[in-house]
């Protein structure tokens, strides 16, 4: 049976990037995002390229019953998942007593829900192999949640402590459960009001970037992955810094400039 890695979020951003670079080593992809004419069009591009196997699910995950619905499908077609990448997400940005509840209602679907029933669905079918791997992709506010971003901050946390904890439990099963942070990336992910922050001063990383250090701990790694050294030196900042330092200093960041 051929083997195939699923990727969520795969028509844009660190996504698309991934789908691509892992074509390139010549790995068989199930590919998931929201739109099929894109899916459509990645898969005739990555065939084509590489001459692998490229199966897509045009599906909106933050939809309740979307995950469930996504798994049958991927059974239904005996496809074998070898390697899941949760990296479906989304953002938004402004006062939580102004932002959208429906918006931060769908949030926590598509960043937490969603990605908890595919992990544990798919981890299922792994441990009865005793093999494969599961990453999640998590934020660098994961470490340093930022006001204004209140309601993501929080969901990318959750993803942190689930996947460190699901990774603990799944230990000597043969899966590996293993997390990835960006911090700013240069995507379509922003929303409006985020790129007139001043997190946006210092410049954006490319998704290629994020995408490749992604492709090679997805492969090759485990635990937690921060991209990139100053990511990784900021999410030190709360364990010497005072928390209510801390929070004026991220509340700036923040902040429209």
Same mark, same amino acid.
């Given at each position: ?13 660190? *996504? ?16 998931? %995002?929201?739109?099929?004419?894109? #899916? ?17 699910? %045009? ?20 496809? #074998? ?6 990296? %479906? *997400? ?10 959208? #509840? ?29 093999? +494969? ?8 506010? /994961? ?23 699901? /990774? ?14 960006? +911090?700013?990336?240069?995507? *379509? ?38 991209? *990139? ?29």
């Amino acid at each position: 049976m051929k083997e195939y890695i699923l990727l969520t979020g795969a028509s844009s951003g660190i *996504g698309y990037e991934m789908a691509n670079q892992l074509a390139k080593k010549a790995l068989n992809l199930i590919l998931v %995002a929201r739109t099929e004419s894109k #899916l459509k069009q990645m898969q005739a591009d990555l065939t084509k390229r590489y001459g692998i196997l490229v199966q897509y699910f %045009a599906a909106d995950l933050s939809d309740v019953s979307a995950a469930k619905d996504l798994y049958k499908r991927v059974k239904d077609e005996n496809l #074998l998942v070898t390697h899941l990448v949760n990296n %479906a *997400g989304v953002g938004n940005y402004g006062n939580f007593t102004e932002t959208s #509840l429906e918006e931060e209602l769908n949030m926590i679907q598509l960043n937490i829900s969603s990605l908890v029933a595919l992990s544990k669905l798919f981890a299922q079918d792994m441990v009865k192999r005793k093999s +494969g791997k599961i990453m999640n992709i998590s934020s660098l506010v /994961a470490f340093l949640p930022m006001p204004y971003f209140s309601v993501y901050s929080a969901t990318k946390a959750f993803v942190k402590a689930f996947s460190e904890t699901l /990774a603990a439990e799944l230990e000597g099963t043969g899966v590996i459960v293993s997390s990835l942070y960006p +911090g700013t990336v240069d995507t *379509g992910f922003t929303t409006p009001g985020m790129q007139s922050t001043n997190l946006h001063k210092t410049k954006p990383m490319h998704a290629k970037v994020v995408a490749a250090q992604g492709v090679e701990h997805l492969l090759h790694g485990k635990g937690k992955k921060l991209v *990139g050294f100053q990511n990784w030196f900021n999410s030190k900042l709360p364990s010497f810094v005072p928390d209510s330092i801390m929070m004026k200093i991220k509340k700036n960041l923040a902040s429209q400039a």
